[in-house]
């Protein structure tokens, strides 16, 4: 059972362009949870969804921010018109039901923004 | 403000030691608790804890929690150099409405040779 997977594991932007950040969830799993990891701070949730809903984005920035988890597909984040202060790791977990249930976390998106 | 709070930052031991993380959490609507273990990778998942004085354990892993003292320890015994890594604590609410874990800074260990 294959678990978590993110795609690309690093990706390079310049300033003013779009990162686009994928994530399938393990098989089964229909909740996916967006987290980031600044340098030499802890993981900060982002934003929970279920299949074509989003259910908690209290940790998403306001502007240039949005995620989205399709029915068919991976679930995507996007960013645009990056700037330098969005270099981070993000991670993206996923569960079988919601909250409070354990989430497994995927490798990463190591995000550099030039 | 939620907030959940590990010690020690980072530690040093050497191979056959044993340690202790700790933390502590201050969280409304408090859920369960769970352990991470985070090299250079996933956050892998270690640990989910729910109910006080119930250990959980796992080969040379065992963590418990306290619900009225609001903190869970993590316990290595006889450390290997593969338990080198970013031990994490994180917290989920019991709100159905999020799904969001609070995280401690972590716990970086290094077990030398």
């Known amino acids: 059972n294959a678990g978590v997977m993110q795609n690309p594991r690093h990706l390079v932007r310049r300033r003013g362009q779009e990162a686009r950040l994928r994530c399938s969830p393990m098989k089964g799993h229909s909740h996916v949870y967006w987290y980031r990891q600044l340098p030499e701070e802890g993981l900060k949730f982002m934003v929970y969804?279920?299949?074509?809903?989003?259910?908690?984005e209290s940790g998403m920035p306001k502007e240039r921010f949005s995620a989205e988890f399709p029915k068919e597909g991976p679930s995507i984040l996007r960013i645009q018109q990056v700037v330098r202060g969005d270099s981070a790791a993000y991670f993206c977990?996923?569960?079988?039901?919601?909250?409070?249930?354990?989430?497994?976390f995927g490798p990463g998106t190591r995000l550099t923004v030039l | 403000e939620d907030k959940v709070v590990q010690s020690p930052l980072s530690l040093v031991v050497h191979e056959g030691d044993t340690v202790t993380l700790n933390c502590s959490y201050e969280?409304?609507?408090?859920?369960?608790l769970l352990w991470y273990k985070q090299e250079k990778k996933a956050p892998t998942f270690l640990f989910m804890l729910t109910s006080s004085g119930i250990e959980k354990k796992s080969g040379r892993l065992s963590s418990i929690l306290d619900k009225k003292e609001l903190f869970s320890i993590l316990n290595i015994t006889a450390t290997q150099t593969g338990d080198s890594a970013v031990y994490l604590c994180a917290v989920a609410r019991g709100s159905s409405n999020t799904g969001k874990l609070i995280f401690g800074q972590g716990t970086t260990l290094q077990v030398k040779p």
């Open positions: 969280v409304t609507n408090f859920r369960s």
């Open positions: 977990a996923s569960s079988p039901l919601g909250s409070g249930t354990t989430q497994y």
């Open positions: 969804l279920q299949k074509e809903n989003i259910i908690d």
